[in-house]
């Protein structure tokens, strides 16, 4: 998918719409701890485009403050990268540099992903933000079933979201997101039916990748051992782990 047809997916109104340029200095001042990073983000990033910026006044949809939080917009961002750019951390470096929660639409070449992450006050720095959580990501591929990708993307529409506040609307989109993950290890995209089923399933999601690391260590450790008893040892710490990860697809 290209980014034009993702960005459409959401349907913003054009009252939201910005199309404006954010100058690396942004990042280098905001989100580049390192000198490393600073490197990164300078051959890295090809350009970044601030899409739109989603506010009361905007969408209609009303803020959300308390003790940790202060949604008073969510930024829609467009990252374009260079070929053997740091993917991972320059899409981290745009989440932390940005005040803002942060719908960040990312493009390497033909892949592309989309990722968000919450954000609440520093606890040490008065007036900063820190993400809150990890960053949550999909990325499109063609190994994904096209249905499902359908169902996603139609997922998206800002009309389709939750429009409580900010914080809830930015939440939407996180569970679609997740929603994806999780079809693409049970067949079937749905929608969590309440924040309880949400929750229990982006803890089960991240499980799931626990105990998949788990296998391809004990399967790689099994194959290269040569006495029969660690062998056996081995398999059965598998079919236990394998059994734990089935229980554990059924949560999602």
Known sequence: MKSQALIAAFDLPES????????????????APTSADKRSINEGIEELIWIAALKPVTV???????????????????????????TTRLVELVHRAIPYPVLLLTQQGAPLSLSVAHKRWS??????????GDI???AWSREVDADIMADFRN?????????????ALY???LDSMVALNAARVTGNFTLAENA??????????????????????????????RQIPR??????????????LATTKQKL
Do not use: M
Request: charged share 30%; net charge negative; proline share 3%.
């Open 136 to 138: 949550v990501s999909v």
């Open 231 to 244: 062998q056996v040892e081995l398999n059965l710490e598998l079919k236990r782990i394998d059994a734990e």
């Open 171 to 173: 939440q939407g989109w």
């Open 60 to 86: 209609g949809v009303p803020e959300f403050r308390d003790e940790s939080h202060e949604y008073l917009e969510i930024a829609v961002l467009l990252l374009t990268l260079r070929d053997g750019a740091k």
């Open 196 to 225: 309880e089923y949400a929750a229990a399933r982006r803890d089960a999601l991240r499980e799931c990748g626990v105990l998949q690391e788990e296998i391809g260590r004990l399967r790689t450790l099994a194959a290269k051992e």
């Open 155 to 167: 997922s998206l529409a800002l009309g389709s979201q939750p429009r409580t506040n900010l914080h």
């Open 16 to 31: 939201s719409l910005v199309n404006q340029r954010v100058p690396r200095k942004l990042l280098l001042e905001n989100g």
């Open 123 to 132: 606890q040490s720095e008065a007036g900063k933000t820190v993400l809150e």
